[in-house]
């Protein structure tokens, strides 16, 4: 029993388990790396009207149940030991934190309950600040007769050729701003192809396309900051629970594979590359629950921690899934294995909102005297 815990969210995180083995096994991971499934659609609007994922930290006034940022890391750590690529992130992580976090309560009455029941998804693109490594600029936003039109390019936009609601980052006279795209008319959606097949990433192309304003204008830095903190966070989280599969998984193998008449589990050099994983998810997972419980309570820099974190968790992962495939052998470097999908996306959750270098030089701006490095604010973003 995981004594950080308390008996209901031990409960709650076996009922989740329960329902990935059940509703999400390796068959419709590879289905739904291949394209969009009706099982998938499915299996979201059971996660939020049964399990009430969507809206498990959103307040109770706009349909969610007020629970806290430490419910949704164990809703994080689930789906990543079961590679979920659903529209979780993108929209709970990314979206209705973005909402909740801009103070504007129209625009959270209006999107926030459909978001809790599964009935729209979300996403939210960022802007690269002008730094774009191919010198492209950030989206820029105008007024006109009946609101506002945002026109530009952003990229690695998580589920963005899909989500419903499409929140965008975007400069105005004011400074950076959120905007909620109102029309199609002058977008265009094209999914990029990425290492991790798990997770969906798209580039949204703008030619004027109508928006309202979300928050005040020149209003959305503190909040976008934030949101790429819960998202850092939430990353960390699920790399703990791929972590922890593939952990479970290499440990069951190595006492059934045998060589030379006996189970590979005990030759000494594959026990301590074992009890080497299990202190690396440990120890991780630690560090998970302490973010959790700090974005949830307060009483320090949330920012500086979730770099910590999220370097501590992704690279633990990435080591992990790598040891997981050198005990497997050569069938854990096949298609056909879990193994590999564990690899990318831990390699995945490494670069993405910051690699860890990235996040390693914001920590040491943050607790080092001296002048500042110039960190593009686009490290952070994806």
Request: hydrophobic share 45%; glycine share 10%; with cysteine.
């Amino acid at each position: 029993m995981d004594s950080t815990l308390d008996d209901d969210q031990h409960a709650y995180r076996e009922s989740l388990r329960q329902f990935f083995q059940s509703k999400w096994p390796e068959s419709s991971v590879r289905a739904s790396m291949e394209a969009r499934t009706e099982e998938e659609a499915r299996v979201w609007r059971q996660l939020a009207q049964q399990l009430g994922v969507a809206g498990l930290a959103l307040p109770e006034d706009v349909g969610g149940s007020g629970s806290t940022q430490i419910e949704a890391m164990l809703v994080l750590e689930e789906m990543g030991r079961a590679l979920y690529g659903g529209p979780y992130l993108a929209t709970v992580v990314l979206g209705a934190n973005a909402l909740m976090l801009s103070g504007d309560a129209t625009a959270g009455k209006e999107y926030l309950p459909a978001i809790a029941e599964g009935e729209i998804t979300a996403t939210l693109a960022f802007a690269d600040g002008g730094r774009d490594r191919f010198g492209a600029p950030p989206p820029e936003a105008v007024r006109t007769a009946d609101g506002w039109a945002v026109s530009g390019a952003a990229d690695r936009v998580v589920d963005g050729a899909s989500a419903d609601l499409v929140l965008v980052e975007a400069a105005t006279g004011a400074g950076r701003s959120l905007f909620a795209l109102r029309s199609e008319d002058g977008l265009t959606r094209r999914q990029v192809e990425t290492m991790d097949q798990t997770r969906r990433l798209a580039r949204l192309e703008m030619a004027g396309v109508r928006a309202r304003l979300v928050g005040a204008e020149g209003g959305a830095a503190d909040v976008l900051a934030r949101v790429r903190t819960l998202a850092a966070l939430a990353l960390a989280a699920e790399a703990v629970g791929g972590a922890a599969r593939c952990v479970q998984e290499t440990v069951a193998y190595a006492k059934v594979r045998h060589q030379f008449g006996r189970p590979i589990g005990s030759f000494q050099a594959v026990k301590h590359r074992c009890a080497e994983m299990q202190t690396r998810l440990e120890s991780a997972t630690a560090a998970v629950r302490h973010g959790a419980r700090v974005a949830a309570e307060g009483g320090e820099d949330l920012a500086l921690l979730a770099s910590v974190v999220k370097v501590h968790a992704t690279e633990s992962y990435f080591r992990t899934a790598a040891d997981a495939i050198q005990i497997f052998g050569g069938i854990g470097f096949t298609w056909e294995h879990f193994a590999h999908l564990h690899f990318k996306r831990a390699k995945s959750a490494e670069l993405m909102f910051g690699s860890p270098r990235d996040h390693r030089r914001a920590i040491a701006d943050a607790i080092l005297p001296g002048p500042p490095r110039d960190v593009p604010a686009s490290v952070l973003t994806g």
